[in-house]
T-cell receptor, first 114, second 113 residues
């Protein structure tokens, strides 16, 4: 699976959009970009994933550059409860249950302040 | 989304004793589950892949005789930390693969004293 690079930490004001970048310059054609987050002392939570098109769900939007070498996770209206470590993970969807084997980097510590 | 439940949420044990952690998929069958370990201020590290009805696959550097994994049914995997020592104190997290994403348990905080 391709390696990802994320900023160590970011701050965001409550109510504003939080834009979390991720570089994955070695991503290959069959690899997806996944985002998870981990709130302190809890298990990771799935946020969103995409291949090459931009994606949006009830939690966030994912913008993937045309060359797929980087992406940005957007939390449109950050709240205090969005304070967490956000992990950008690249891996192939593949088949079967090996999907769940995820390689976590250090992630970005997002702090949302009042 | 699917629910994966871990038990206990936290446990304190004496050095030299063994501790069992359970991971259950509550609303779907999980042929494969994964066990991670997370030390303070560090990221999650995959320990092993638990396969229903067969032996677990361990990552390099993880002692299979120390971290015993049993996956006897499609909804339950257990991790037993044998002869625990203070350096085994950590946050242990299991996950199960869904059709789109992985579902994680809430984690188990193990403290060995």
């Amino acid at each position: 699976d391709a390696k990802t690079t994320q900023p160590t930490s970011m701050d965001c004001a409550e109510g504003r959009a939080a834009n979390l970048p991720c570089n994955h310059s070695t991503i290959s054609g069959n690899e997806y970009v996944y985002w998870y987050r981990q709130i302190h002392s809890q298990g990771p939570q799935y946020i969103i994933h995409g291949l090459k098109n931009n994606e949006t769900n009830e939690m966030a939007s994912l913008i993937i550059t045309e060359d797929r070498k980087s992406s940005t996770l957007i939390l449109p209206h950050a709240t205090l409860r969005d304070t967490a470590v956000y992990y950008c993970i690249v891996r192939s969807r593949g088949g079967g249950t090996s999907y769940g084997k995820l390689t976590f980097g250090q992630g970005t510590i997002l702090t949302v302040h009042p | 989304g699917a629910v994966v439940s871990q038990h206990p949420s936290w446990v304190i044990c004496k050095s030299g004793t063994s501790v069992k952690i359970e991971c259950r998929s509550l609303d779907f069958q999980a042929t494969t589950m994964f066990w991670y370990r997370q030390f303070p201020k560090q990221s999650l590290m995959l320990m092993a892949t638990s396969n229903e009805g067969s032996k677990a696959t361990y990552e390099q550097g993880v002692e299979k005789d120390k971290f015993l994994i049993n996956h006897a049914s499609l909804t339950l995997s257990t991790l037993t930390v044998t002869s625990a020592h203070p350096e085994d104190s950590s946050f242990y997290i299991c996950s199960a693969a869904g059709q789109v994403e992985a579902f994680f348990g809430q984690g188990t905080r193990l403290t060995v004293v």
